[in-house]
Protein backbone atom coordinates (compact mmCIF):
# COMPACT_ATOMS: atom_id res chain seq x y z
CA UNK A 1 0.00 0.00 0.00
CA UNK A 2 1.10 3.60 -1.34
CA UNK A 3 -0.37 7.19 0.45
CA UNK A 4 -0.20 8.93 -2.72
CA UNK A 5 -2.28 12.10 -0.96
CA UNK A 6 -3.68 13.39 2.11
CA UNK A 7 -6.27 15.31 2.68
CA UNK A 8 -7.00 16.82 6.72
CA UNK A 9 -10.20 18.34 5.75
CA UNK A 10 -10.81 18.71 9.40
CA UNK A 11 -8.86 17.41 11.75
CA UNK A 12 -6.76 17.95 15.08
CA UNK A 13 -4.90 21.63 14.43
CA UNK A 14 -5.20 21.24 10.32
CA UNK A 15 -8.07 22.78 8.47
CA UNK A 16 -8.34 21.51 4.52
CA UNK A 17 -4.39 20.79 4.85
CA UNK A 18 -3.47 18.63 1.44
CA UNK A 19 0.13 17.10 2.02
CA UNK A 20 1.29 14.40 -1.41
CA UNK A 21 3.97 12.25 -0.83
CA UNK A 22 6.32 9.97 -3.52
CA UNK A 23 5.93 6.24 -3.51
CA UNK A 24 9.33 6.46 -2.21
CA UNK A 25 11.18 8.19 0.86
CA UNK A 26 9.51 11.09 1.94
CA UNK A 27 10.72 14.09 4.64
CA UNK A 28 8.36 15.83 6.46
CA UNK A 29 10.21 18.29 7.99
CA UNK A 30 8.39 20.83 10.90
CA UNK A 31 9.26 22.34 14.38
CA UNK A 32 7.98 20.79 17.26
CA UNK A 33 3.64 21.35 17.74
CA UNK A 34 3.76 22.14 13.94
CA UNK A 35 1.61 18.37 13.46
CA UNK A 36 3.70 15.75 12.65
CA UNK A 37 2.50 13.13 15.46
CA UNK A 38 -0.99 14.36 13.75
CA UNK A 39 -0.71 12.97 10.28
CA UNK A 40 0.84 10.17 11.44
CA UNK A 41 -2.16 9.38 13.64
CA UNK A 42 -4.75 10.64 10.83
CA UNK A 43 -2.96 7.94 8.35
CA UNK A 44 -4.04 4.94 10.98
CA UNK A 45 -7.55 6.54 11.78
CA UNK A 46 -8.19 7.05 8.12
CA UNK A 47 -7.88 2.86 7.78
CA UNK A 48 -8.77 1.82 11.02
CA UNK A 49 -11.41 4.59 12.28
CA UNK A 50 -10.24 5.57 15.34
CA UNK A 51 -12.02 2.85 17.20
CA UNK A 52 -10.56 -0.57 19.43
CA UNK A 53 -10.36 -3.43 17.12
CA UNK A 54 -12.28 -5.97 18.78
CA UNK A 55 -15.79 -4.15 19.72
CA UNK A 56 -18.26 -3.09 17.45
CA UNK A 57 -19.52 -0.26 19.02
CA UNK A 58 -17.92 2.87 18.50
CA UNK A 59 -15.49 2.84 21.25
CA UNK A 60 -12.94 5.54 20.16
CA UNK A 61 -9.31 5.19 21.54
CA UNK A 62 -7.76 8.01 23.45
CA UNK A 63 -5.15 9.24 20.87
CA UNK A 64 -8.04 9.64 18.26
CA UNK A 65 -10.38 11.82 20.42
CA UNK A 66 -7.64 14.02 20.79
CA UNK A 67 -7.94 14.89 17.22
CA UNK A 68 -11.07 16.66 17.52
CA UNK A 69 -10.95 20.06 16.04
CA UNK A 70 -11.25 23.19 18.33
CA UNK A 71 -12.43 25.41 16.19
CA UNK A 72 -14.50 23.71 13.69
CA UNK A 73 -17.55 21.07 13.89
CA UNK A 74 -16.44 19.43 11.54
CA UNK A 75 -14.12 16.18 11.56
CA UNK A 76 -13.40 14.76 8.15
CA UNK A 77 -10.75 14.06 6.37
CA UNK A 78 -9.91 11.87 2.98
CA UNK A 79 -7.03 9.98 1.31
CA UNK A 80 -5.97 8.81 -2.15
CA UNK A 81 -3.61 5.05 -2.20
CA UNK A 82 -1.78 2.69 -4.59
CA UNK A 83 -3.15 -1.02 -3.45
CA UNK A 84 -2.63 -3.75 -5.72
CA UNK A 85 -2.10 -1.71 -8.59
CA UNK A 86 -5.28 0.16 -8.31
CA UNK A 87 -5.88 3.46 -7.10
CA UNK A 88 -8.64 4.49 -4.28
CA UNK A 89 -10.58 7.06 -2.64
CA UNK A 90 -11.52 7.06 0.73
CA UNK A 91 -13.23 9.14 2.76
CA UNK A 92 -14.08 9.38 6.74
CA UNK A 93 -16.46 11.69 8.93
CA UNK A 94 -15.58 10.90 12.03
CA UNK A 95 -18.30 12.82 13.66
CA UNK A 96 -20.49 10.34 16.32
CA UNK A 97 -23.85 11.61 14.65
CA UNK A 98 -22.54 10.77 11.22
CA UNK A 99 -19.72 8.36 10.76
CA UNK A 100 -19.56 7.99 6.63
CA UNK A 101 -16.83 5.86 5.28
CA UNK A 102 -16.37 5.56 1.58
CA UNK A 103 -13.54 3.93 -0.31
CA UNK A 104 -14.03 4.26 -3.90
CA UNK A 105 -12.32 2.79 -6.92
CA UNK A 106 -10.82 6.02 -8.02
CA UNK A 107 -10.35 4.20 -12.27
CA UNK A 108 -14.17 3.02 -12.31
CA UNK A 109 -15.63 5.04 -9.57
CA UNK A 110 -17.27 2.03 -8.29
CA UNK A 111 -17.74 1.36 -4.33
CA UNK A 112 -14.38 -0.94 -3.00
CA UNK A 113 -15.19 -1.53 0.38
CA UNK A 114 -15.39 -5.62 -0.61
CA UNK A 115 -11.51 -5.31 -1.70
CA UNK A 116 -10.52 -4.34 1.85
CA UNK A 117 -12.84 -6.96 3.79
CA UNK A 118 -14.68 -3.85 4.95
CA UNK A 119 -17.08 -4.91 7.94
CA UNK A 120 -20.51 -3.02 7.16
CA UNK A 121 -22.24 -4.46 10.45
CA UNK A 122 -19.43 -1.98 12.66
CA UNK A 123 -20.74 1.09 13.86
CA UNK A 124 -17.69 2.44 12.49
CA UNK A 125 -16.65 0.60 9.64
CA UNK A 126 -12.83 -0.21 8.82
CA UNK A 127 -10.33 -1.95 7.01
CA UNK A 128 -10.51 -5.46 8.23
CA UNK A 129 -6.58 -6.60 9.88
CA UNK A 130 -7.31 -9.53 8.56
CA UNK A 131 -6.33 -7.99 5.38
CA UNK A 132 -3.32 -7.15 6.27
CA UNK A 133 -2.85 -10.30 7.79
CA UNK A 134 -1.93 -8.57 10.70
CA UNK A 135 -3.75 -6.86 13.59
CA UNK A 136 -3.98 -3.41 13.88
CA UNK A 137 -0.94 -3.19 16.86
CA UNK A 138 1.41 -5.13 15.12
CA UNK A 139 0.86 -3.25 12.60
CA UNK A 140 1.80 -0.28 14.37
CA UNK A 141 4.52 -1.97 16.52
CA UNK A 142 6.25 -3.02 13.26
CA UNK A 143 5.97 -0.15 11.12
CA UNK A 144 5.41 2.81 13.22
CA UNK A 145 9.06 4.09 14.51
CA UNK A 146 8.91 7.10 16.93
CA UNK A 147 11.45 8.81 19.46
CA UNK A 148 9.05 7.78 22.33
CA UNK A 149 10.41 3.89 21.71
CA UNK A 150 14.02 5.78 21.74
CA UNK A 151 13.41 8.19 24.68
CA UNK A 152 12.09 4.75 26.70
CA UNK A 153 13.71 1.68 28.37
CA UNK A 154 14.89 1.20 25.10
CA UNK A 155 18.95 1.39 26.24
CA UNK A 156 18.66 -0.78 29.29
CA UNK A 157 16.27 -3.59 28.50
CA UNK A 158 13.93 -2.92 25.73
CA UNK A 159 15.93 -3.86 22.47
CA UNK A 160 17.42 -6.96 23.74
CA UNK A 161 14.02 -8.28 24.95
CA UNK A 162 12.31 -6.83 21.65
CA UNK A 163 15.10 -8.93 18.94
CA UNK A 164 14.64 -12.13 21.64
CA UNK A 165 10.94 -11.99 21.84
CA UNK A 166 10.27 -11.73 17.83
CA UNK A 167 12.92 -14.27 17.44
CA UNK A 168 11.05 -16.95 19.69
CA UNK A 169 7.80 -15.71 19.09
CA UNK A 170 7.51 -13.63 15.95
CA UNK A 171 6.14 -11.10 18.43
CA UNK A 172 8.35 -7.94 20.04
CA UNK A 173 5.96 -7.65 23.19
CA UNK A 174 5.92 -11.07 23.97
CA UNK A 175 8.60 -13.60 25.00
CA UNK A 176 7.75 -17.50 24.96
CA UNK A 177 8.31 -17.82 28.23
CA UNK A 178 5.02 -15.06 28.98
CA UNK A 179 2.76 -16.74 26.13
CA UNK A 180 3.96 -19.97 27.67
CA UNK A 181 2.77 -18.49 31.34
CA UNK A 182 -0.59 -16.76 29.76
CA UNK A 183 -1.43 -20.07 28.50
CA UNK A 184 -1.04 -21.75 31.90
CA UNK A 185 -2.76 -19.14 33.93
CA UNK A 186 -5.59 -19.36 30.97
CA UNK A 187 -5.99 -22.92 30.82
CA UNK A 188 -5.27 -23.91 34.07
CA UNK A 189 -3.87 -21.38 36.37
CA UNK A 190 -5.10 -20.07 40.07
CA UNK A 191 -8.40 -18.65 38.54
CA UNK A 192 -9.14 -21.60 36.64
CA UNK A 193 -8.69 -24.06 39.76
CA UNK A 194 -10.99 -21.90 42.09
CA UNK A 195 -13.72 -21.64 39.35
CA UNK A 196 -12.99 -25.32 39.09
CA UNK A 197 -13.43 -26.00 42.25
CA UNK A 198 -16.73 -23.37 42.95
CA UNK A 199 -18.34 -25.18 39.85
CA UNK A 200 -17.76 -28.79 41.79
CA UNK A 201 -19.36 -27.65 44.78
CA UNK A 202 -21.92 -26.31 43.45
CA UNK A 203 -23.05 -29.48 41.45
CA UNK A 204 -22.91 -31.23 44.94
CA UNK A 205 -25.26 -28.60 46.46
CA UNK A 206 -27.63 -29.32 43.72
CA UNK A 207 -27.24 -32.62 43.98
CA UNK A 208 -28.24 -32.74 47.54
CA UNK A 209 -30.67 -31.01 47.21
CA UNK A 210 -32.33 -33.05 44.78
CA UNK A 211 -31.61 -36.35 47.49
CA UNK A 212 -34.07 -33.75 49.55
CA UNK A 213 -36.62 -33.13 47.10
CA UNK A 214 -39.41 -36.39 47.53
CA UNK A 215 -41.71 -36.14 44.84
CA UNK A 216 -44.40 -39.06 45.60
CA UNK A 217 -43.73 -41.82 42.67
CA UNK A 218 -47.21 -41.94 41.86
CA UNK A 219 -47.48 -38.50 42.01
CA UNK A 220 -49.54 -38.54 38.52
CA UNK A 221 -52.04 -40.89 39.98
CA UNK A 222 -53.16 -37.26 42.11
CA UNK A 223 -53.92 -35.20 38.42
CA UNK A 224 -56.24 -38.44 38.00
CA UNK A 225 -57.97 -37.85 41.36
CA UNK A 226 -58.43 -34.42 40.73
CA UNK A 227 -60.01 -34.94 37.08
CA UNK A 228 -62.02 -37.58 38.68
CA UNK A 229 -63.13 -35.02 41.67
CA UNK A 230 -63.99 -32.66 39.26
CA UNK A 231 -65.73 -34.63 37.29
CA UNK A 232 -68.11 -35.71 40.60
CA UNK A 233 -68.57 -32.21 41.53
CA UNK A 234 -69.69 -31.65 38.21
CA UNK A 235 -72.05 -34.58 38.53
CA UNK A 236 -73.22 -33.64 42.03
CA UNK A 237 -73.93 -29.70 41.09
CA UNK A 238 -75.85 -30.85 37.79
CA UNK A 239 -77.74 -33.79 40.18
CA UNK A 240 -78.78 -30.57 42.78
CA UNK A 241 -80.07 -28.61 39.92
CA UNK A 242 -82.43 -31.34 38.47
CA UNK A 243 -83.96 -32.27 41.69
CA UNK A 244 -84.61 -28.49 42.82
CA UNK A 245 -85.91 -27.61 39.37
CA UNK A 246 -88.31 -31.66 40.29
CA UNK A 247 -89.16 -29.60 43.98
CA UNK A 248 -90.50 -26.44 42.15
CA UNK A 249 -92.83 -28.72 40.15
CA UNK A 250 -93.89 -30.61 43.19
CA UNK A 251 -94.53 -27.72 45.38
CA UNK A 252 -96.69 -25.78 42.44
CA UNK A 253 -100.16 -27.54 43.98
CA UNK A 254 -102.91 -24.95 44.12
CA UNK A 255 -102.88 -25.07 48.02
CA UNK A 256 -99.05 -24.65 48.49
CA UNK A 257 -99.41 -21.98 45.85
CA UNK A 258 -102.25 -20.19 48.25
CA UNK A 259 -100.20 -20.43 50.50
CA UNK A 260 -97.38 -19.36 49.38
CA UNK A 261 -99.33 -15.87 48.27
CA UNK A 262 -101.22 -15.32 51.51
CA UNK A 263 -97.56 -15.23 52.88
CA UNK A 264 -96.45 -13.11 50.56
CA UNK A 265 -98.77 -10.47 51.17
CA UNK A 266 -98.32 -10.54 54.79
CA UNK A 267 -94.98 -10.19 54.55
CA UNK A 268 -95.20 -7.00 52.09
CA UNK A 269 -97.70 -5.50 54.81
CA UNK A 270 -95.18 -6.62 57.90
CA UNK A 271 -92.45 -4.48 55.82
CA UNK A 272 -94.44 -1.21 54.63
CA UNK A 273 -95.82 -1.43 58.51
CA UNK A 274 -91.53 -1.63 59.54
CA UNK A 275 -91.12 1.23 57.27
CA UNK A 276 -93.93 3.75 58.77
CA UNK A 277 -92.50 3.26 62.06
CA UNK A 278 -88.41 3.94 61.18
CA UNK A 279 -90.50 7.54 59.39
CA UNK A 280 -92.21 8.19 62.89
CA UNK A 281 -88.85 7.60 64.69
CA UNK A 282 -87.25 9.99 62.30
CA UNK A 283 -89.94 12.84 63.43
CA UNK A 284 -89.38 12.28 66.98
CA UNK A 285 -85.66 12.46 66.33
CA UNK A 286 -86.32 15.93 64.59
CA UNK A 287 -88.45 17.18 67.58
CA UNK A 288 -85.53 16.24 69.82
CA UNK A 289 -82.99 18.24 67.67
CA UNK A 290 -85.34 21.06 67.83
CA UNK A 291 -84.73 21.48 72.23
CA UNK A 292 -81.15 21.62 70.86
CA UNK A 293 -81.49 24.39 68.13
CA UNK A 294 -83.39 26.40 70.59
CA UNK A 295 -80.48 26.57 72.35
CA UNK A 296 -78.35 28.17 69.83
CA UNK A 297 -80.42 31.39 69.40
CA UNK A 298 -81.42 31.83 72.60
CA UNK A 299 -77.58 32.23 73.59
CA UNK A 300 -77.33 35.57 71.31
CA UNK A 301 -80.45 37.05 72.14
CA UNK A 302 -79.17 37.61 75.89
CA UNK A 303 -75.87 38.11 75.00
CA UNK A 304 -77.46 41.12 73.07
CA UNK A 305 -79.25 42.41 76.25
CA UNK A 306 -76.18 41.66 78.64
CA UNK A 307 -74.52 44.27 75.88
CA UNK A 308 -76.60 47.06 75.59
CA UNK A 309 -77.46 47.58 79.46
CA UNK A 310 -75.39 50.61 79.35
CA UNK A 311 -77.77 52.31 76.99
CA UNK A 312 -81.68 52.55 77.29
CA UNK A 313 -82.71 52.32 73.54
CA UNK A 314 -80.86 48.78 73.00
CA UNK A 315 -81.35 47.54 75.94
CA UNK A 316 -85.17 47.85 75.87
CA UNK A 317 -85.24 46.85 72.44
CA UNK A 318 -83.42 43.78 73.61
CA UNK A 319 -86.10 43.15 76.60
CA UNK A 320 -89.02 43.41 74.04
CA UNK A 321 -87.34 40.62 71.80
CA UNK A 322 -86.74 38.26 74.08
CA UNK A 323 -90.36 38.63 75.80
CA UNK A 324 -91.65 37.79 71.66
CA UNK A 325 -89.35 35.04 71.35
CA UNK A 326 -90.90 33.87 75.11
CA UNK A 327 -94.11 33.86 73.74
CA UNK A 328 -93.24 32.56 70.30
CA UNK A 329 -91.65 29.32 72.07
CA UNK A 330 -94.13 28.25 74.58
CA UNK A 331 -96.76 28.16 71.74
CA UNK A 332 -94.38 26.38 69.51
CA UNK A 333 -93.66 24.44 72.17
CA UNK A 334 -97.81 23.57 72.86
CA UNK A 335 -98.17 22.18 68.74
CA UNK A 336 -94.99 20.44 69.21
CA UNK A 337 -96.10 18.18 72.31
CA UNK A 338 -99.62 17.65 70.60
CA UNK A 339 -97.87 16.11 67.67
CA UNK A 340 -95.44 14.31 69.55
CA UNK A 341 -98.70 12.68 71.28
CA UNK A 342 -100.50 11.92 68.01
CA UNK A 343 -97.18 10.15 66.57
CA UNK A 344 -97.31 8.17 69.46
CA UNK A 345 -100.82 6.77 69.14
CA UNK A 346 -99.86 6.47 65.58
CA UNK A 347 -96.68 4.12 66.50
CA UNK A 348 -99.26 2.12 69.43
CA UNK A 349 -101.66 1.48 66.36
CA UNK A 350 -98.63 0.42 63.98
CA UNK A 351 -97.08 -1.87 66.87
CA UNK A 352 -100.76 -3.63 67.05
CA UNK A 353 -101.14 -4.12 63.34
CA UNK A 354 -97.47 -5.09 63.28
CA UNK A 355 -98.38 -8.01 65.92
CA UNK A 356 -101.30 -9.28 64.10
CA UNK A 357 -99.19 -9.49 60.71
CA UNK A 358 -96.38 -11.23 62.38
CA UNK A 359 -98.79 -13.75 63.93
CA UNK A 360 -100.42 -14.44 60.88
CA UNK A 361 -97.21 -15.18 58.86
CA UNK A 362 -95.98 -17.95 61.35
CA UNK A 363 -99.58 -19.67 61.11
CA UNK A 364 -99.10 -19.66 57.21
CA UNK A 365 -95.26 -21.09 57.67
CA UNK A 366 -96.60 -23.34 60.08
CA UNK A 367 -99.15 -24.37 57.59
CA UNK A 368 -96.68 -24.44 54.44
CA UNK A 369 -94.30 -26.94 56.18
CA UNK A 370 -96.98 -28.70 57.76
CA UNK A 371 -98.91 -29.14 54.21
CA UNK A 372 -95.63 -30.29 51.66
CA UNK A 373 -96.70 -33.25 50.44
CA UNK A 374 -94.29 -36.80 50.85
CA UNK A 375 -92.41 -36.26 47.15
CA UNK A 376 -91.58 -32.73 47.96
CA UNK A 377 -90.30 -34.17 50.98
CA UNK A 378 -88.40 -36.62 49.91
CA UNK A 379 -86.95 -34.63 47.08
CA UNK A 380 -85.59 -32.26 49.85
CA UNK A 381 -83.47 -34.50 51.51
CA UNK A 382 -82.25 -35.89 48.66
CA UNK A 383 -80.98 -31.85 48.11
CA UNK A 384 -79.80 -31.78 51.60
CA UNK A 385 -77.85 -34.82 51.28
CA UNK A 386 -75.86 -34.09 47.82
CA UNK A 387 -75.11 -30.42 49.33
CA UNK A 388 -73.61 -32.27 52.11
CA UNK A 389 -71.78 -34.55 49.93
CA UNK A 390 -70.74 -31.43 47.93
CA UNK A 391 -69.09 -29.96 50.15
CA UNK A 392 -67.31 -32.68 51.26
CA UNK A 393 -65.86 -33.54 47.95
CA UNK A 394 -65.21 -29.78 47.93
CA UNK A 395 -63.13 -30.04 50.81
CA UNK A 396 -61.37 -32.90 49.52
CA UNK A 397 -60.79 -31.34 46.47
CA UNK A 398 -59.08 -28.35 47.88
CA UNK A 399 -56.89 -30.67 50.11
CA UNK A 400 -55.81 -32.38 47.42
CA UNK A 401 -55.02 -29.25 45.33
CA UNK A 402 -52.68 -28.06 48.09
CA UNK A 403 -50.79 -31.49 47.62
CA UNK A 404 -50.60 -30.98 43.63
CA UNK A 405 -49.48 -27.88 44.14
CA UNK A 406 -46.73 -28.52 46.37
CA UNK A 407 -45.62 -31.44 43.78
CA UNK A 408 -45.82 -28.54 41.30
CA UNK A 409 -43.01 -26.18 42.93
CA UNK A 410 -41.34 -29.37 43.54
CA UNK A 411 -40.86 -30.72 39.87
CA UNK A 412 -40.20 -27.15 38.83
CA UNK A 413 -37.22 -26.86 40.80
CA UNK A 414 -35.85 -30.29 39.77
CA UNK A 415 -35.97 -28.98 36.53
CA UNK A 416 -34.24 -25.90 37.50
CA UNK A 417 -31.61 -27.56 38.99
CA UNK A 418 -31.05 -30.25 35.95
CA UNK A 419 -31.08 -27.08 33.70
CA UNK A 420 -29.10 -25.30 36.63
CA UNK A 421 -26.54 -28.60 36.59
CA UNK A 422 -26.25 -28.89 32.73
CA UNK A 423 -25.28 -25.35 32.39
CA UNK A 424 -22.40 -26.05 35.51
CA UNK A 425 -21.42 -29.63 33.31
CA UNK A 426 -20.97 -27.79 30.27
CA UNK A 427 -18.65 -25.03 32.04
CA UNK A 428 -16.78 -28.15 33.61
CA UNK A 429 -16.35 -29.40 30.33
CA UNK A 430 -15.12 -26.81 28.67
CA UNK A 431 -12.67 -26.22 31.59
CA UNK A 432 -11.63 -29.45 31.28
CA UNK A 433 -11.31 -29.47 27.62
CA UNK A 434 -9.25 -25.63 27.70
CA UNK A 435 -6.80 -27.08 30.56
CA UNK A 436 -5.68 -30.49 28.21
CA UNK A 437 -5.83 -28.33 25.11
CA UNK A 438 -3.29 -25.75 27.19
CA UNK A 439 -0.94 -28.57 28.05
CA UNK A 440 -0.83 -29.78 24.95
CA UNK A 441 -0.32 -26.30 23.15
CA UNK A 442 2.26 -25.70 26.19
CA UNK A 443 4.32 -28.98 24.74
CA UNK A 444 3.49 -28.24 21.54
CA UNK A 445 5.20 -24.60 21.77
CA UNK A 446 8.36 -26.08 23.92
CA UNK A 447 8.70 -28.28 21.16
CA UNK A 448 8.75 -26.02 18.34
CA UNK A 449 10.70 -23.23 20.44
CA UNK A 450 13.65 -25.58 20.39
CA UNK A 451 14.04 -24.68 16.54
CA UNK A 452 12.15 -21.66 15.95
CA UNK A 453 14.97 -19.51 16.97
CA UNK A 454 17.16 -20.53 13.80
CA UNK A 455 14.39 -20.55 11.41
CA UNK A 456 12.61 -17.47 12.74
CA UNK A 457 15.04 -15.57 13.61
CA UNK A 458 18.10 -16.08 11.17
CA UNK A 459 16.88 -14.11 8.06
CA UNK A 460 15.93 -11.36 10.17
CA UNK A 461 19.09 -10.55 12.03
CA UNK A 462 20.52 -11.13 8.65
CA UNK A 463 19.00 -8.18 7.40
CA UNK A 464 19.26 -6.08 10.74
CA UNK A 465 23.10 -6.87 10.38
CA UNK A 466 23.26 -5.71 6.77
CA UNK A 467 21.75 -2.41 7.68
CA UNK A 468 23.32 -1.91 11.10
CA UNK A 469 26.75 -3.07 9.03
CA UNK A 470 26.28 0.13 6.20
CA UNK A 471 25.02 2.36 8.93
CA UNK A 472 27.79 2.14 11.06
CA UNK A 473 30.28 2.47 7.91
CA UNK A 474 31.34 -0.96 8.60
CA UNK A 475 32.25 -0.69 12.47
CA UNK A 476 29.90 -3.55 13.11
CA UNK A 477 28.98 -6.14 11.15
CA UNK A 478 26.38 -8.73 12.86
CA UNK A 479 23.80 -9.18 15.58
CA UNK A 480 23.44 -11.90 17.31
CA UNK A 481 21.18 -13.74 20.35
CA UNK A 482 23.34 -16.49 22.40
CA UNK A 483 21.90 -17.60 25.68
CA UNK A 484 19.13 -14.74 26.10
CA UNK A 485 21.56 -11.93 25.66
CA UNK A 486 22.30 -9.49 22.73
CA UNK A 487 26.15 -9.23 21.13
CA UNK A 488 27.32 -7.01 18.19
CA UNK A 489 30.00 -7.67 16.29
CA UNK A 490 33.10 -5.26 16.17
CA UNK A 491 34.88 -5.73 13.16
CA UNK A 492 37.67 -3.73 14.76
CA UNK A 493 37.72 -5.77 17.77
CA UNK A 494 37.28 -8.94 16.41
CA UNK A 495 34.68 -9.85 18.65
CA UNK A 496 31.27 -10.19 19.88
CA UNK A 497 30.75 -7.89 22.59
CA UNK A 498 27.44 -7.19 24.57
CA UNK A 499 25.24 -4.97 23.60
CA UNK A 500 25.20 -3.50 27.19
CA UNK A 501 28.50 -1.70 26.31
CA UNK A 502 27.64 0.25 23.75
CA UNK A 503 26.60 3.64 23.54
CA UNK A 504 22.96 5.17 23.01
CA UNK A 505 23.64 6.75 19.63
CA UNK A 506 24.91 2.94 18.43
CA UNK A 507 21.71 0.98 20.62
CA UNK A 508 19.44 3.47 18.53
CA UNK A 509 21.43 2.76 15.63
CA UNK A 510 21.08 -1.25 16.20
CA UNK A 511 17.21 -0.57 16.92
CA UNK A 512 16.16 1.17 13.94
CA UNK A 513 18.03 -1.85 11.72
CA UNK A 514 16.21 -4.02 13.78
CA UNK A 515 12.92 -2.89 13.18
CA UNK A 516 14.10 -2.43 9.22
CA UNK A 517 14.93 -6.18 9.46
CA UNK A 518 11.76 -7.19 10.66
CA UNK A 519 9.92 -4.80 8.24
CA UNK A 520 11.39 -6.13 5.01
CA UNK A 521 10.67 -9.74 6.22
CA UNK A 522 7.46 -9.14 7.22
CA UNK A 523 5.68 -9.72 3.90
CA UNK A 524 3.58 -6.72 4.38
CA UNK A 525 3.43 -3.97 2.04
CA UNK A 526 2.61 -0.69 4.77
CA UNK A 527 4.23 3.06 4.58
CA UNK A 528 7.37 3.12 7.05
CA UNK A 529 6.56 5.62 9.56
CA UNK A 530 9.46 7.41 11.47
CA UNK A 531 8.82 10.23 13.73
CA UNK A 532 11.85 11.58 14.97
CA UNK A 533 13.81 8.17 15.16
CA UNK A 534 17.06 9.73 14.96
CA UNK A 535 17.10 12.16 18.05
CA UNK A 536 20.40 10.16 19.15
CA UNK A 537 22.44 9.95 15.94
CA UNK A 538 25.19 12.56 14.91
CA UNK A 539 25.90 14.03 12.38
CA UNK A 540 27.38 10.82 10.06
CA UNK A 541 25.25 8.63 11.65
CA UNK A 542 22.49 10.86 10.56
CA UNK A 543 23.81 10.97 6.86
CA UNK A 544 24.46 7.38 7.00
CA UNK A 545 20.20 6.52 8.04
CA UNK A 546 19.07 9.02 5.45
CA UNK A 547 21.09 7.13 2.58
CA UNK A 548 19.88 3.60 4.39
CA UNK A 549 16.24 4.84 3.79
CA UNK A 550 16.68 5.72 0.51
CA UNK A 551 17.88 2.21 -0.40
CA UNK A 552 15.29 0.29 1.55
CA UNK A 553 12.34 3.17 -0.18
CA UNK A 554 13.21 1.39 -3.37
CA UNK A 555 10.75 -1.22 -2.38
CA UNK A 556 8.77 0.51 0.56
CA UNK A 557 7.12 3.74 1.35
CA UNK A 558 9.17 5.74 3.92
CA UNK A 559 7.21 8.95 5.61
CA UNK A 560 10.02 9.89 7.57
CA UNK A 561 9.08 13.26 9.93
CA UNK A 562 12.04 15.58 11.39
CA UNK A 563 12.22 18.74 13.39
CA UNK A 564 15.83 18.99 12.40
CA UNK A 565 17.66 20.69 9.43
CA UNK A 566 20.12 18.37 9.51
CA UNK A 567 18.78 15.70 7.80
CA UNK A 568 18.23 17.81 4.66
CA UNK A 569 22.13 16.74 3.96
CA UNK A 570 22.88 16.16 0.37
CA UNK A 571 19.15 15.46 -0.53
CA UNK A 572 19.46 17.12 -3.93
CA UNK A 573 21.94 14.38 -5.22
CA UNK A 574 18.66 11.72 -4.74
CA UNK A 575 15.61 11.23 -7.14
CA UNK A 576 13.98 9.04 -4.50
CA UNK A 577 13.45 11.80 -2.00
CA UNK A 578 10.50 13.95 -1.45
CA UNK A 579 11.06 16.72 0.72
CA UNK A 580 7.69 18.73 2.51
CA UNK A 581 7.58 21.17 4.50
CA UNK A 582 5.26 21.61 6.85
CA UNK A 583 5.55 25.29 7.38
Given at each position: MKIKKIDLISYGKFQNKEIKFSKNLNIILGENESGKSTIRNFIFDMIFGGTTPDSKRAIFKKEHENMIPWDSSNFEGAMEINENYNNYYLYRNFNKNNLEFQ?????????????????????????????????????????????????????????????????????????????????????????????????????????????????????????????????????????????????????????????????????????????SLEKIEEKSDLYKYFKLFRLFYIFPILSSIYYSTRKIRPFIASIVIFLIFIILDGLFSKILKHKKKSLKNEESKIYAHLDRVNYELMTLSNINNNDINIDSREILEKINFLKDNLSNKLVERESLYSKINIIDKDMDRIKSINEEKKILKSKL??????????????????????????????????????????????????????????????????????????????????????????????????????????????????????????????????????????????????????????E
Open positions: IVNSDNHEDSKSDFNVDISRKVERIDENYFEISEKSLRDIFLITDEEIFGDLITYDLKDRIINYATSQSENYSLRDIIENIENYSYGKDIKKERQIIINNLQNLENELDYIKVPYNYEDYFLESKNLNDEIDNIKDEIEYLEDDLSESLNSTKDLDNREQYQARFSEKNKLEEEEIEYMREMGKKAVDIINEISKTNFDEVSRKVLEDSSSFFEFLTNGKYSAINVRDEKLYVYSNYHKKYILSDNLSRGTISQMYLCYKLGIIVNSGIDFPIIIDDGFVFFDMVRNKNAIKLLERISKDYQILYFTSNIRDLHDLEKSDNTKLINL
